[in-house]
């Protein structure tokens, strides 16, 4: 899952004005009504008196702090996730994300949307009832526009692609569309209602990549994104009619672009609401397009990222960046007045979302277990802000410097607390903290340094491996350098041969090993493939007895 936006330009552009506009109409507002600014601290103060030993001037309102644990592809043990329960709740989540993707068990002609290694009925169940038992929400995640892959990549959902080469987007238009995903809906929903009443369902909606290019879209002859708003008014219309006391969520990237005046033709939407998603140090927010969900969708929902935004291939999330993303979002949030007027947006909760892998055809990236320490500094940062804070960061700040005064005053007891260590945001390490998943961080911290090794060795000018393919052709590789550098290379292969077995162990509490399996090869098999090849032109080139005479013909490949 990665929210870039087709629209950026555009938004960027439109930000910019917007932000001129609401500065200028801030700045009157300021300077001509000052007792409107007033007025909300003082209401603030009044209802912070009893919360904390400090008189906290401001705090956020968020009724929901939702964790997004995210399965595609990605089988986490429920037994583990089970040990989570406790440590989330003291930190603070009251509900839980549930993308099961393909770990989903369907049945019937949904068959073969669930891995074969999904979760079983029973199983699932049994950790949905506990997580309930301890006071969780559950809120499903089923994507029913973009992001279908695992289920448009099979030949027998092929005929509903919106294009015929591109699994991920469904087209809204054909149709069978709308009764596979109501089949789709449906078996999640019953599931889950028989357990216990769904409050919430989120049905994605993110990154289409593929709208409107078919013939049955066109037909229709509509733009992009009214196709996008009836999609979603049918999708609501269908859960309404069917759960009515279930609201939608959506991501909110797809809204972005609506222009205000398009909005003025956009009906209201009663049972739908989106989520803002930035994962940004800085997250790009656009207050028009604030004020245009204020306008038309009854709470406004943001999410912040603790993982899965650092690269497709990352192993670690960046410590300083998560830290500033959730930080930034919560200093926005904090009594955010829409253009500056009385009009105060109330949002409703914040998904802290930890993506496994960006699609179902990409590479798996940061592992739940070495995510905790970035999770609990989310956390935290929510927590301190919910139960209030006595001072936000100021226009004229240096926002990194605020960052740090707000960390260390605020967080560095906490840190401790949880997690035993003094965690420096700066240096993006977590070392030295204690948590369930600090084995696994350290073999993969091992590796990276290995990694990172292997990177000099081969840029190593002395050992020159850098010509050995090239010269290997021609039979032209210094014999005194050869039995040196095959003990370096076997040597390296060895290390990581080492280190695979203890990532197999440390993984195989947290992992299904067809995961646990997928993840190791996957992170080692490039280097070890480039590491084998050398050995083998060094182990063939020690056979050569023979030389021929100069000069070599060097084109003759
Ligand atoms: C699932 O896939 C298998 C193998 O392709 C196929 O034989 C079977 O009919 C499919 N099941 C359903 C319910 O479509
Ligand atoms: C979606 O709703 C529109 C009206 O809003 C209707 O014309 C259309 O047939 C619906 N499509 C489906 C697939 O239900
Ligand atoms: C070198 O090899 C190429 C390709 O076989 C050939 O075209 C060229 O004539 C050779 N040059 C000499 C100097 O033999
Ligand atoms: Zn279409």
Known sequence: MRFCCKVRTWRKKFFTIAILIIGLYLFLSYNLLPIWFGNTITEDLEIQKHIGELPPRVRVSLNYVVMHIDLKRTPLNLAYLETLLPFLKEHGVNSLLMEYEDMFPYEGKLLNLSAENCYKKPDLKRFLSTAIGSGFEIIPLVQTFGHLEYALKLSEFQHLREMPLYPDSICPSKEDSMAFLKHLLEQVMDFHNAISPLKHIHIGCNELYHVNKCEHCKKRGLEETHIFLHHVKNLSDVIKSQYPDTT???????????????????????????????????????????????????????????????????????????????????????????????????????????????????????????????????????????SGVDEILQEDDDPRDSNEVFLYKYLK?????????????????????????????????????????????????????????????????????????IEKLNNYLKQIGDLEYKAVLEMSQYYKRDFVNEYINYKTFHIKKKLQRLINIYKTYNHVSVWRRTPINFTSL
């Open 248 to 386: 939608v969520l959506i991501w909110d990237d797809m809204l972005r672009g609506i222009k205000p005046k398009e909005w003025d033709h956009i009906d209201k939407f009663t049972k739908v609401e989106p989520v803002y998603w930035e994962s940004g140090a800085y997250p790009l927010v656009s207050h028009s397009n604030l004020f245009m969900y204020h306008m038309k969708f009854p709470h406004i929902w943001i999410a912040s990222a603790f993982k899965g935004a650092d690269g497709r291939t990352a192993t670690f999330p960046d410590l300083g960046i998560r830290y500033q993303n959730v930080f930034n979002w919560m200093n926005f949030i904090i009594n955010y007045n829409s253009g500056g007027g009385e009009q105060k947006i109330k949002f409703r909760g914040i998904i802290i979302t930890g993506c496994s892998r960006y699609s179902h055809m990409d590479p798996p990236c940061e592992l739940l277990p070495i995510s905790i320490p970035s999770l609990v500094l989310n956390l935290l940062v929510v927590r301190r802000f919910k």
């Open 413 to 485: 007891k906490e840190v401790v607390k949880s997690m035993q260590c003094n965690l420096d945001i700066d240096s993006v390490d977590s070392s030295g903290c204690v948590f369930d998943g600090m084995e696994l961080s350290g073999v993969f911290k091992s590796l990276t340094t290995l990694f990172h090794d292997l990177k000099s060795m081969f840029n190593d000018k002395e050992l020159s491996l850098e010509s050995v393919e090239f010269y290997s052709q021609f039979d032209l590789i210094n014999k005194n350098t050869v039995a040196y550098n």
